[in-house]
């Protein structure tokens, strides 16, 4: 997502999406889920058909790594509410861990079983990049890292 904020943020004004996917060779099915997640975190803005990038957009796209991070970090935990959840239901147990299973039942009462596990992927993915959570492969739980948790000590 960071490329194609970076992407549309280089646009002097507005741009066709169907252009953009165009000239990037794809079909615009398979960039509207991006295009979805960049709006849903306040980087760009779709209106009739136009896209464009806005001023936290340009921010974001003109950071460094870490800058980029923090940015994002923000963004979920104001924008996504499934995102603030995992982290609050972490914080709140005594060893911060839980099995991803019960993160994806609660999706299962909006989604189906594959949309559910595919959002919680999702999840799983936004979340390590803004090291807000990790993902143990092996026993299969999202826990909250020590790093992490003195970081939210800090901020809290």
Do not use: C
């Not at 996917?21 to 889920?33: G, S, W, Y």
């Not at 992927?121 to 890292?145: C, M, Q």
Request: proline residues 2%; negative net charge.
């Amino acid at each position: 997502m960071a490329g194609f904020v970076e992407l549309v943020a280089e646009l002097e004004r507005k741009e066709d999406i169907y252009k953009i996917a165009e000239d990037l060779n794809m079909d615009l099915a398979d960039i509207q889920p991006v295009i979805e997640a960049a709006e849903l975190l306040k980087f760009i803005d779709t209106t009739g058909g136009d896209i464009s990038v806005t001023e936290l957009g340009k921010v974001f796209a003109e950071a460094d790594v870490l800058e980029k991070k923090e940015i994002f970090r923000k963004q979920l935990l104001a924008n996504v509410p499934f995102i603030q959840q995992i982290v609050q239901v972490l914080q709140n147990k005594s060893n911060h861990r839980m099995p991803v299973e019960f993160f994806i039942e609660l999706l299962e009462t909006r989604f189906s079983t594959s949309e559910a596990q595919a959002q919680m992927e999702i999840a799983i993915d936004w979340g390590r990049y803004a090291e807000l959570f990790a993902y143990d492969e092996d026993s299969k739980e999202v826990y909250l890292e020590e790093e992490v948790l003195e970081t939210q000590k800090v901020v809290d």
